[in-house]
């Protein structure tokens, strides 16, 4: 991720590094979040090119760019050819968001007949052309840093840019929601309320926003490096769960990271 610091303004260089930001299959919210951040975002853009941002801005600057940021899951043929495309032309790729890390909520149909799904959606079916899979963009491509949640915390984004800017390792979050709760003073509540919670194997991010308004977490930053997920899972049965519940508990935002899925499956393989 130095390649961007390292490069000096010469004659044939652009004084800036480029920013291009794409959307495969998604709700917008991640690119939502990066026009949210207001007054960060000036101060940033005077340090980079905003190259292509259809979201933002009309205008569009030709690749190869220093940094893409990739919001959005592969769900059509034509996504895949595409991605490879950008992966070509972009320096640093970056994923942003549950959908382009983990699948996000449209990979609930990875194991379902997406053909029954489109025949009950769509009014004409036959115009329709889908994958059975909504997958993350690391599926396919190599990417360099992922940006975790639904949609992403907009501090870290303006961390990882800043930190893609100066050449250095952005620092993200490692621990799980389970340690932002106590950070904040929040009671767990699984023990305080019997309320099912993926906190303790999802990825902090969020500064535990659901527990903080006794919800249980529903896990949209994926999982926690080294996760728990079979302890937890066993802690929802004794709550009452049955494991068809709980497998559609880690199904959810980010069902397709490794961990949730495996756990998901083993209790309910169908």
Known sequence: ??????QA???????????????????????????????ELLTVAGHIDIAYFPEASSALIEGPYDVSLVEGSVTTEHEIERIHDIRAQSK?????????TAGGIQALRN??????????????PSYVSTLATSTPIADHVDVDLELRGCPIDRSQLIEAIAALLTGRPARLPTTSV??????????????ALGTPCLGPVTQGGCNALCPAYQRGCYGCF????????????????QLGM??????????????WGQSFEREADRRDPT
Request: charged share 20%.
């Open 178 to 191: 389970c340690v932002e709760c106590k950070a904040r003073g929040t009671p767990c509540v699984m023990v």
């Open 9 to 39: 303004p010469t004659a044939t260089t652009r004084s800036n590094p480029k920013l291009a930001v794409w959307k495969f299959a998604s709700c917008d919210g991640c690119q939502l979040s990066l026009l949210d951040c207001e007054d």
């Open 92 to 100: 640093v790729l970056v994923t942003i968001g549950a959908c382009a």
């Open 1 to 6: 991720m130095s390649v961007i610091a390292d």
């Open 242 to 255: 049955s494991d068809a519940a709980i497998a559609r508990c880690l199904r959810g935002y980010a069902g």
């Open 111 to 124: 194991r379902a007949d997406i053909a029954e799904f489109v025949s009950i959606v769509y009014a004409h």
């Open 222 to 237: 994926g999982p926690m490096e080294s996760p728990n997920t079979g302890a937890l899972a066993d802690w929802f049965s």
